[in-house]
Protein backbone atom coordinates (compact mmCIF):
# COMPACT_ATOMS: atom_id res chain seq x y z
CA UNK A 1 0.00 0.00 0.00
CA UNK A 2 1.54 3.45 -0.84
CA UNK A 3 0.05 6.87 -0.76
CA UNK A 4 -0.29 9.44 -4.02
CA UNK A 5 1.88 12.21 -3.71
CA UNK A 6 3.75 11.24 -0.52
CA UNK A 7 7.42 11.73 -0.12
CA UNK A 8 7.58 8.54 1.96
CA UNK A 9 6.81 5.47 -0.40
CA UNK A 10 7.60 2.00 1.41
CA UNK A 11 6.43 0.42 -1.68
CA UNK A 12 9.90 -0.21 -3.54
CA UNK A 13 11.02 -2.50 -0.18
CA UNK A 14 8.06 -4.69 -0.61
CA UNK A 15 8.41 -5.47 -4.00
CA UNK A 16 12.31 -6.36 -3.04
CA UNK A 17 10.99 -8.50 -0.53
CA UNK A 18 8.59 -10.04 -2.96
CA UNK A 19 10.87 -10.67 -5.59
CA UNK A 20 13.26 -12.26 -2.72
CA UNK A 21 10.73 -14.89 -1.41
CA UNK A 22 9.06 -15.13 -4.85
CA UNK A 23 5.36 -14.40 -3.85
CA UNK A 24 2.78 -12.84 -5.76
CA UNK A 25 3.10 -8.80 -4.96
CA UNK A 26 0.14 -6.52 -5.52
CA UNK A 27 0.47 -2.74 -4.58
CA UNK A 28 -2.37 -0.83 -4.27
CA UNK A 29 -2.09 3.07 -4.15
CA UNK A 30 -4.46 5.43 -1.87
CA UNK A 31 -5.06 8.88 -2.79
CA UNK A 32 -5.97 11.63 0.04
CA UNK A 33 -8.91 12.03 -1.28
CA UNK A 34 -10.46 8.45 -0.68
CA UNK A 35 -9.28 9.04 2.77
CA UNK A 36 -10.70 11.76 3.39
CA UNK A 37 -13.83 10.20 1.62
CA UNK A 38 -13.41 7.36 4.34
CA UNK A 39 -13.53 9.15 7.72
CA UNK A 40 -17.25 9.08 8.04
CA UNK A 41 -17.57 5.25 7.49
CA UNK A 42 -14.72 5.04 9.61
CA UNK A 43 -16.21 7.03 12.81
CA UNK A 44 -19.21 5.05 12.89
CA UNK A 45 -17.56 1.45 13.08
CA UNK A 46 -15.41 2.62 15.20
CA UNK A 47 -17.84 4.35 17.33
CA UNK A 48 -14.76 5.52 19.76
CA UNK A 49 -12.00 8.18 20.28
CA UNK A 50 -8.75 6.60 19.67
CA UNK A 51 -5.36 7.43 17.85
CA UNK A 52 -4.42 4.77 15.15
CA UNK A 53 -5.44 6.79 12.14
CA UNK A 54 -3.67 3.54 10.11
CA UNK A 55 -7.19 1.81 10.57
CA UNK A 56 -9.00 4.09 8.02
CA UNK A 57 -6.63 3.70 5.25
CA UNK A 58 -6.34 -0.45 6.24
CA UNK A 59 -9.97 -0.20 5.17
CA UNK A 60 -10.15 1.47 2.23
CA UNK A 61 -6.87 -1.19 1.36
CA UNK A 62 -9.18 -4.18 1.92
CA UNK A 63 -12.37 -2.68 -0.24
CA UNK A 64 -9.77 -2.58 -2.39
CA UNK A 65 -8.39 -5.94 -2.41
CA UNK A 66 -12.00 -7.76 -2.12
CA UNK A 67 -12.81 -5.67 -4.89
CA UNK A 68 -9.81 -7.61 -7.12
CA UNK A 69 -10.98 -10.64 -5.62
CA UNK A 70 -7.98 -11.04 -2.81
CA UNK A 71 -9.70 -13.31 -0.07
CA UNK A 72 -6.55 -13.06 1.98
CA UNK A 73 -4.09 -10.32 2.61
CA UNK A 74 -0.71 -10.50 4.79
CA UNK A 75 0.06 -7.45 6.71
CA UNK A 76 2.99 -5.78 9.10
CA UNK A 77 0.86 -5.76 12.24
CA UNK A 78 2.56 -7.02 15.32
CA UNK A 79 6.00 -7.35 13.39
CA UNK A 80 7.21 -4.02 15.44
CA UNK A 81 6.16 -5.56 18.53
CA UNK A 82 7.96 -9.13 17.59
CA UNK A 83 10.83 -8.14 16.22
CA UNK A 84 11.86 -4.81 18.30
CA UNK A 85 11.04 -2.14 15.80
CA UNK A 86 10.01 0.65 18.52
CA UNK A 87 12.38 2.95 19.58
CA UNK A 88 11.55 1.64 23.44
CA UNK A 89 13.31 -1.12 22.23
CA UNK A 90 16.92 0.94 21.72
CA UNK A 91 16.14 2.88 25.16
CA UNK A 92 17.83 1.39 27.82
CA UNK A 93 18.15 4.05 30.47
CA UNK A 94 20.73 3.90 33.52
CA UNK A 95 20.90 3.92 36.84
CA UNK A 96 19.50 1.41 39.85
CA UNK A 97 16.48 -0.60 38.40
CA UNK A 98 13.35 1.33 40.19
CA UNK A 99 14.63 4.39 38.51
CA UNK A 100 15.07 2.83 35.05
CA UNK A 101 11.77 1.00 35.28
CA UNK A 102 9.83 4.36 35.95
CA UNK A 103 11.85 5.81 32.66
CA UNK A 104 10.82 2.98 30.66
CA UNK A 105 6.98 3.62 31.84
CA UNK A 106 7.15 7.36 31.26
CA UNK A 107 8.29 6.05 28.06
CA UNK A 108 4.74 4.04 27.37
CA UNK A 109 2.48 6.23 29.87
CA UNK A 110 3.37 9.91 28.57
CA UNK A 111 1.87 12.38 31.13
CA UNK A 112 -0.25 9.28 33.23
CA UNK A 113 2.48 8.76 35.44
CA UNK A 114 2.10 6.57 38.31
CA UNK A 115 -1.54 5.05 37.62
CA UNK A 116 -0.26 1.96 36.39
CA UNK A 117 3.66 2.14 36.95
CA UNK A 118 3.33 -0.34 39.84
CA UNK A 119 1.73 -3.19 37.87
CA UNK A 120 4.47 -2.15 34.92
CA UNK A 121 7.05 -2.65 37.27
CA UNK A 122 5.72 -5.95 38.40
CA UNK A 123 5.58 -7.14 35.09
CA UNK A 124 8.98 -6.35 34.14
CA UNK A 125 10.07 -7.00 36.74
CA UNK A 126 8.65 -11.05 35.72
CA UNK A 127 9.96 -10.55 32.26
CA UNK A 128 13.37 -9.35 33.57
CA UNK A 129 13.69 -12.47 35.73
CA UNK A 130 12.29 -14.56 32.74
CA UNK A 131 14.45 -13.35 30.45
CA UNK A 132 17.92 -13.63 32.41
CA UNK A 133 17.40 -10.19 32.84
CA UNK A 134 17.60 -8.82 29.25
CA UNK A 135 16.44 -5.83 28.98
CA UNK A 136 15.08 -6.03 25.07
CA UNK A 137 13.77 -9.46 25.32
CA UNK A 138 11.81 -8.18 28.50
CA UNK A 139 10.31 -4.80 27.00
CA UNK A 140 9.44 -7.50 23.96
CA UNK A 141 7.61 -9.62 26.12
CA UNK A 142 5.53 -6.59 27.50
CA UNK A 143 4.75 -5.67 23.94
CA UNK A 144 3.55 -9.18 22.77
CA UNK A 145 1.88 -10.06 26.31
CA UNK A 146 0.61 -6.71 27.78
CA UNK A 147 -3.05 -5.95 27.08
CA UNK A 148 -2.79 -2.48 29.45
CA UNK A 149 0.36 -0.73 28.03
Do not use: N
Not at 32 to 39: G, I, R
Amino acid sequence: MGFERSGIDERPAARAVSDFVRSEHVEVSIDPDAVVAELADAAWFFDDLFGDWGTVTTRILYRRCREMGIKVVLVGEGSDELFGGFPVFVYTPGGPLPLRLFLLYRRYAGRRYGRQFWAFQRTMRGHLAETGGDWFQAVRLVETRSTTM
